[in-house]
């Protein structure tokens, strides 16, 4: 028997063009963003083998709306569907309070891999130089200078023996990364031939050359019940939860699958402390400002106050004269912080189809305790039961926004909008700091600072001094009458190719 090794050590822009930071602020964003440490002690994660999600979506967002399961990180495998006729969009996939990771995939034999992670943690994709087929890796900012690296991986049964060279490749150089001062990998490995109890291979030499990788790469691995079981099929260990620290996981439970999916789901608690962001707005209460006093605060000799000025230096002082006032005679509007994840109500569900959604759960634990048909059977019918109950609350909730579109348009097309293939919207931007580092924009308020500067270190400085006269030109050539047919117009229109 052997045991996985431990980790060893473990210049500016130009005068007349520029604009302030206060005045890009004061023009385009009403929130503050304030960066607060989270004041829990983990990470509530997700896991599963969809077997194509697109059609499990509905019941993903009900176990994400369920008061216990307030996950800040999901993985998913098997993303796609067998022999698509196209390819699932990232849009068609997204779900409301996340950040959807994908894998890149363009062959429609591609089943891929997915991370969502809550938009109040700071993540970032990230890539490697190693050409595995199927994962998606994002690090996330912790407390202090911790770092986390997430990965979803999917191999293959079928995979060829150069990628899953490069699949324990990958596991090593991830391992050597300095950065991360926590690293966990998820996914379906498809090893069925290790007994992840023992650490043993049953003398298959592509399963040992896997198990000596993860040895190299110093991690754990936690999963060690079947996460497969399929009627008539032996139960198998497939999917895997890797980490560079023992006690990195907690509260592992093995959960029904999604939909009739064999995979079943595990739900744990990643141990670390992070940051959350945007925890706290200002707004102006435009309602109690006193416009009055503030037209007559405003009332000035603009043309002395502006004269000899170039456009980037009027628009400075008319936007700091305005501010002054702004803030003098409108109020500010302060909401309360909230550290708890925000809950969605992604699909309304009756209190029947609830007690449904539970009697699934405790049918796949008795299967899985048991092993017998009869009890799988039991869980088959309630499961189905379940998926019709969603999709009835699903069409019933489209039915009532469509019905109240008149009445309550904004439901109408936040919902529509939420169906796009494709969403609107600026993605993240790099630009270099202050100490000439490479970064990337988190807020929108450094997004509207970044293309601020991008746009004014491009705009035209005009010489000083008047505009040059234009001398007008004398034209000598007269211009000739020239008279047409109406028979000749008619011809040229009717040979028009068109």
Same mark, same amino acid.
């Given at each position: ?338 550290? &708890? %994840?925000?809950?969605?109500?992604? /699909?309304?569900?009756? #209190? *029947?189809?609830?007690? @449904? +959604?539970?009697? $699934? ?32 609350? &699903? %069409?019933?909730?489209?039915?009532? /926004?469509?019905?109240? #579109? *008149?009445?309550?348009? @904004? +439901?109408?097309? $936040? ?84």
């Amino acid at each position: 028997k052997r045991t996985p090794r431990r980790q060893e050590g473990g210049k500016g822009q130009k005068e007349g063009v520029r604009r302030s930071k206060n005045t890009v602020n004061s023009q385009i964003l009403t929130e503050t963003n304030v960066n607060k440490v989270m004041d829990f002690n983990g990470i509530q994660c997700f896991y599963t083998n969809a077997d194509s999600l697109p059609n499990k979506l509905g019941e993903l967002m009900t176990r994400i709306q369920d008061g216990k399961n307030s996950y800040e990180v999901i993985g998913i495998t098997e993303i796609y569907p067998k022999n698509c006729r196209y390819m699932p969009g990232k849009a068609e996939l997204q779900i409301e309070g996340y950040e959807l990771f994908l894998s890149e995939s363009t062959s429609f034999s591609k089943r891929g891999a997915a991370l969502y992670i809550n938009k109040k943690l700071k993540s970032e994709e990230i890539k490697f130089k190693e050409k595995f087929e199927e994962s998606v890796w994002a690090q996330i900012k912790l407390n202090n200078n911790d770092m986390l690296l997430l990965g979803c991986i999917y191999k293959s049964p079928s995979s060829s023996p150069e990628n899953l060279d490069e699949l324990n490749k990958l596991l090593i150089t991830v391992s050597k990364e300095k950065k991360f001062s926590h690293i966990m990998v998820m996914g379906d490995f498809n090893f069925p031939k290790i007994d992840w109890k023992n650490w043993l291979t049953k003398g298959d030499k592509i399963s040992e050359n896997f198990v000596e990788s993860i040895r190299d790469s110093y991690m754990f691995q936690h999963v060690t019940e079947n996460t497969r079981m399929r009627e008539n099929c032996e139960p198998s260990t497939l999917d895997l939860i890797l980490t560079n620290d023992e006690n990195m996981i907690e509260e592992l439970n093995y959960t029904s699958p999604l939909g009739n999916s064999d995979h079943c789901s595990l739900e744990f608690i990643l141990k670390c402390y992070c940051e959350e962001k945007s925890c706290k707005t200002e707004r102006w209460n435009y309602f109690k400002g006193d416009y009055t006093s503030m037209n007559t605060f405003l009332q000035c000799d603009w043309n002395d106050i502006l004269k000899g000025k170039n456009a980037g230096q009027q628009f400075d002082i008319f936007m700091t004269k305005f501010n002054e006032a702004k803030n003098k005679y409108i109020p500010h509007m302060n909401t309360k912080a909230n550290n &708890k %994840a925000k809950k969605h109500n992604y /699909i309304p569900l009756d #209190a *029947k189809t609830v007690q @449904k +959604i539970k009697k $699934k759960h405790r049918c796949w634990t008795r299967y899985r305790e048991t092993g017998d048909k009869k009890k799988y059977q039991e869980y088959a019918k309630t499961r189905n039961q379940v998926k019709s109950a969603i999709r009835k609350a &699903k %069409a019933n909730m489209e039915k009532e /926004i469509a019905q109240n #579109a *008149k009445s309550n348009p @904004k +439901i109408f097309w $936040k919902y529509a909008n939420s169906k796009r293939k494709t969403n609107t919207g600026i993605s993240e931007l790099k630009f270099k700091s202050e100490e000439g580092e490479e970064r990337k924009t988190t807020t929108d308020k450094e997004k509207a600072e970044v293309l601020a500067s991008f746009f004014s270190s491009v705009f035209t400085i005009e010489p000083e001094g008047d505009l040059p006269l234009m001398h007008p030109i004398e034209v000598k050539q007269e211009c000739i009458e020239k008279t047409y047919k109406e028979s000749e117009i008619l011809k040229l229109l009717q040979n028009l190719d068109v």
